[in-house]
C-alpha cells in the first residue's frame, strides 16, 4: 500500500530548542494531517492542512501543507517535556472515500530536561 | 461526552480464538473506523462505515469482519485469530466531509500467542 516518507524517525533534543519533522509522498494529497500519540493513548489532532502553501499554527507548533501537495513539515517551537510522544503525519485523497488516510510511521519526540 | 470508548484494552488470545473488540461514539458521527498499529509503523486502516447499515474495506481487511447496525457502535471482529494480528487496535470516529477531522480512542491491545 502507498506509504508516507516521515522523517526523522526519533530524535532527542535539549529543553527549549526547536524541532522540525517531515513527510513526504510519492503522491498528491489535498489534506495533510499532523497527530501526536502519548504512550498507551490512541492519535490526537494537532494541525490539518487543507490547501497547498498553507502555514497553519497551534500555540507553539507550525505546519505547512507543500507547494507540490507532496510535503508537510511540523515545527515545535521552545520544546518542553511534555511535547515527548510520537508525531504522525497524515494524507488524505479527495474524491475517494473518506476514510483513505495514509499514516507515516511516526517521529518519537524524546525531551532531556 | 465520552468521545470514543473502546474495550478491552488488553486481551490475549489462543491462536483460532475468536473475539469481538468493541467501539462506541457519541458524538453522533456517521463515519467510524477501524485502524490497526504495528510497532514502529504508523496505522493502516481494515475497515469503515459512511454510516449504520455501510461498512467497506479498508487497506488490510483480511481476518476481521464489521458491522454497523447503530450510528454509535462499530465492532470488529476477529474470527480465528492469528500471530499475525497482534497489534493495537484503534477505532475512530468523524462528521461527514473531507474537513472532519477523525477522532481516535484509546486503543485495544491485542496479542495473539
Known amino acids: 500500500g502507498q506509504q508516507l516518507n516521515q522523517s526523522p524517525q526519533s530524535m532527542f533534543i535539549q529543553e527549549g530548542e526547536d524541532v522540525s519533522m517531515n513527510c513526504t509522498s510519492s503522491?498528491?494529497?489535498?489534506?495533510w494531517l499532523w497527530y501526536k500519540q502519548d504512550p498507551g493513548e490512541g492519535p490526537v489532532l494537532l494541525i490539518a492542512?487543507?490547501?497547498?502553501?498553507e502555514l497553519t499554527s497551534n500555540g507553539r507548533l507550525t505546519a505547512q501543507f507543500g507547494i507540490t501537495r507532496k510535503d508537510s513539515f511540523l515545527n515545535i517551537s521552545a520544546s518542553i517535556p511534555s511535547d515527548v510522544g510520537i508525531y504522525f503525519c497524515?494524507?488524505?485523497?479527495?474524491?475517494?472515500?473518506?476514510?483513505?488516510?495514509?499514516f507515516g510511521k511516526g517521529t518519537k519526540l524524546s525531551v532531556k530536561p | 461526552n465520552a468521545g470514543v470508548t473502546q474495550t478491552p484494552k488488553f486481551r490475549i488470545l489462543k491462536i483460532g480464538q475468536s473475539m469481538t473488540l468493541q467501539c462506541t461514539q457519541d458524538?453522533?458521527?456517521?463515519?467510524m473506523y477501524w485502524y490497526r498499529q504495528d510497532p514502529g509503523m504508523g496505522l493502516k486502516l481494515i475497515y469503515y462505515s459512511v454510516g449504520a447499515g455501510i461498512t467497506d474495506k479498508g487497506e488490510v481487511p483480511n481476518g476481521y469482519n464489521v458491522s454497523r447496525s447503530t450510528t454509535e457502535d462499530f465492532p470488529l471482529r476477529l474470527e480465528l485469530a492469528a500471530p499475525s494480528q497482534t497489534s493495537v487496535y484503534f477505532c475512530?470516529?468523524?462528521?461527514?466531509?473531507?474537513?472532519?477531522?477523525?477522532?481516535f480512542g484509546p486503543g485495544t491491545r491485542l496479542t495473539v500467542l
Open positions: 475512530a470516529s468523524s462528521g461527514a466531509g473531507v474537513m472532519n477531522t477523525q477522532y
Open positions: 458524538m453522533n458521527h456517521n463515519y
Open positions: 492542512l487543507y490547501k497547498a502553501g
Open positions: 497524515a494524507g488524505q485523497h479527495t474524491g475517494g472515500s473518506q476514510g483513505n488516510l495514509i
Open positions: 503522491s498528491i494529497f489535498n489534506t
